[in-house]
């Protein structure tokens, strides 16, 4: 027998995790958010309120009728279309929240979390925030006993990206500390295990992240073009007091599979970002002297950038 639901009369929607960041269980309750799936795949998201009514293009699906259903159940509007219903996973909650600047996508979320290195209990320092989608993923990630301090230089938007992570966590979480201003000039003096940048001009931070990063801690960067790839490598490189960065682009790609017709779906996601991950030295320690040299021309007389410490140029 399925647990009593209790009944709220407040208006504000439920978080869509716990306080301590655990996805809800038992009963679909008034109040949280679920998302209604059609058959055609469109996705629809509504907040469970009693007396309310979804309306379909066939008829209605009473709220009523989904309160106190179990995770995961099937409704049927009165005119006979199915409609899967389950509490949002936070892949889909990134992807659906509000938005003012470009957001990271899960794949890629996915994958600074592992080259990142993102461990529980981490002290991890994230700019800029945009709109929240990454710090979700990194607040998830260093779970109760880390810390995430987030450096966004738009009030504006640091706001939406408050808001985004309250609805889905129910409130600002004691693990995260939102600082408004620019990253060089507002960065505190903490030490940090670890460092995320989504930004247009990552290269303008690497000084001030440098000063902070612990010996051994990782830089993940997260940047669109490979313009940016390129200068943002070789800052990294001019510093020193890094390692030599690795540079990847993460594909994703969805794939159709039923009986005979197996194929890459339609429509599948182009590109996102790249990743550029190095580790940090001890501090006063340089990067040895690398062995191979630069690819012909790499540094040639067309170049203007930063030239790197650990290479025999010429
Ligand atoms: C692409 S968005 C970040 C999106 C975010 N990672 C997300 O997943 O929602 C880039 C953000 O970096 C901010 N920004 C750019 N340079 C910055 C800096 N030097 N310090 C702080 N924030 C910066 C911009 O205002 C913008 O909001």
Known sequence: MSEPVPMRASAAPEPIMHADGRPRTGPLRPGERVSLSDTKGNRHSIVLTPGAVFHTTKGGVAHDDLIGQPDGTVATSV????????????????????????????????????????????????????????????????????????????????????????????????????????????????PVDRAVLDMLAPWDCIDAVGERLVGGGVLTCYVTTVTQLGRVMDQVRAHGGFTEPAAYEITSRDWHAEGLAIRPAHGAGGHTGFLVICRRLAPGVQAPLRRRRPAEGAYGPDYTGPLPRNVILG
Request: aromatic share 8%.
């Open 79 to 190: 005119g006979g279309l199915a409609f899967l219903v389950f509490r949002p996973l936070l892949n889909e909650y990134m992807v659906s929240m509000p938005r003012e600047a470009a957001i990271v996508y899960p794949k890629d979320a996915a994958q600074i979390v592992m080259w990142g290195d993102i461990f529980p209990g981490a002290r991890v320092l994230e700019a800029g925030v945009g709109s929240g989608s990454l710090s979700l993923a990194l607040l998830r990630a260093i779970g109760p006993e880390g810390r995430l301090t987030s450096y966004e230089r738009r009030a504006d938007f640091a706001d939406v990206a408050r808001k985004n992570v309250a609805e889905f966590l129910g409130g600002a979480p004691a693990t995260w500390d939102v600082v408004v201003g620019d990253l060089v000039t507002a960065i505190r003096d903490d």
